[in-house]
């Protein structure tokens, strides 16, 4: 083809006499094979360093379970530098509020505390008097003996204060879970080279109690004779709606229960809130009836077994039938136990708890209807093991997908499946370091739109392979 008029030669004539050459074609052909070589090495190592999951394989279901771990493990072994703490005369007790996972993380906030004042810290007490209305104590929820001796090249740990102490005064530090920025100014410095540490305390000294972790194996084992299986959190229990003022879907008289119950709740700050707006802006969980939409549209079949790992679902079986109507194998662990087993736990409500986050934490799939503390630390805890295959769920976009069914502007089948997929693509758990807060974000806003440590431990205590 001519050149277009006044454009330069592609090729100056002495560089056409050169490629006329064997030698110099047979140079030019080695030269473009190394270059194609060096992209593509280059192209690896980017997959290591961000790592982004593949796309789903159609015709295959193993994208459906498969978790890509791209070379990351667990790294929490303490550094040369790191000392086996000297014996001290000064104790740490410690009161932890709210609920199990809130209690787990709390705990070991603190134990990274004492590390750090170098202070021998007493057993937790555990809150008996919150919304869960629980009496069990320290051991009974977890391995007392295990505790104090996995941690014992860190921390001191007794059982309790010295007879000779029990009445003497003390120093108080209230340690909250939300404060104003301030006070986080303050405390972050305390465990700003402790973080492997809390990890070591998560993932292995905080090992529950015999009798917690034997069930909850069984259970798992009972849930594995059946295939593979999703733990699906479906945060759709009474004091949630209530909570976050989420009433779609539901009656008039439903939604004026929950109001009630908001404004008659006096720590529970917000009253006043539009249920439309938090819904459109992704701030509520999923109904039943969304979760199934949207697990059928991942490509899940109908013979999916599905652990419910929740308390009482709002409604009960007027809601969760529709769920139950995609995928019948919806089973809890009032369906997996017997009601000998379940016994013991009657009225512990972290101790039930407990069961749910083994299950959660031992399933193929992981997913939570709506963030929280149990889905942060189960989906922290799944990374910290390998990346284990955990769907956080893009609620605003899905919203958006939900109203044009509803509309009738879009139709369950292939065309939303590729929607929801792909609007999924990069949210299954893959290796990513932790997000940092929002930009312009300031005070509280920015404290809370910082992903949490224990929600995505990386890098800290998760690398690459060969990179502690």
Known sequence: MANPRGAPPLLHPRHRRLLRSPISRCACLLFAFAVLLLLSALRQVARVDF??????RQGSSEH???????????????????????????????????????????????????????????????????FWQDTSTFKDIFDQPHFIKALEGDVHVVDDLPESLQSAPRARKHFTSWSGASYYEEVKELWKNQKRLRCRCLYQALRFSDPIEDLGKKLVDRLRY?????????????DMLAFTGCTY???????????????????????????TEQRSEGNCPLTPNEVGIFLRAMGYPESTWIYLAAGEIYGGDKYISKLRAYFPNLVNKEILATKEELEKFNNHASQVAALDYIISVESDVFVPSHSGNMAKAVEGHRRFLGHRKTITLDRRGLVELFDLLE???????????????????????????????????KGRARLRTEESFYENPLPECICLTGKH
């Open 249 to 275: 879907g539901l009656s008039d008289s439903e939604a004026n229960e929950l109001t009630i119950m908001r404004e008659r709740t006096s720590h529970w700050k917000l009253k006043d809130i539009n249920s």
């Open 226 to 238: 059946r295939g593979k299986f999703i733990a699906l959190h479906l945060r759709y229990e009474k």
């Open 407 to 441: 509309k009738g502007e879009l139709m369950e089948g292939p065309q939303l499946s590729s929607l929801v997929t792909d609007m999924h693509k990069y949210r299954q758990g893959a290796p990513r370091k932790r997000y940092g807060s929002l930009p312009g974000s």
């Open 64 to 130: 459906l379970w498969a978790s890509i771990g791209y070379g990351y493990n667990a790294c929490i072994t303490p550094t040369s530098r790191y000392k086996v703490p000297g014996k001290s005369d000064r104790y740490m007790t410690v009161r932890s509020n709210g609920g199990l996972n809130q209690m787990r993380t709390g705990i070991c906030d603190m134990v990274a505390v004492a590390r750090l004042v170098n202070a021998t810290l007493v057993i937790p007490q555990l809150d008996k008097r919150s």
């Open 51 to 56: 790592p982004r999951p593949d796309a789903p």
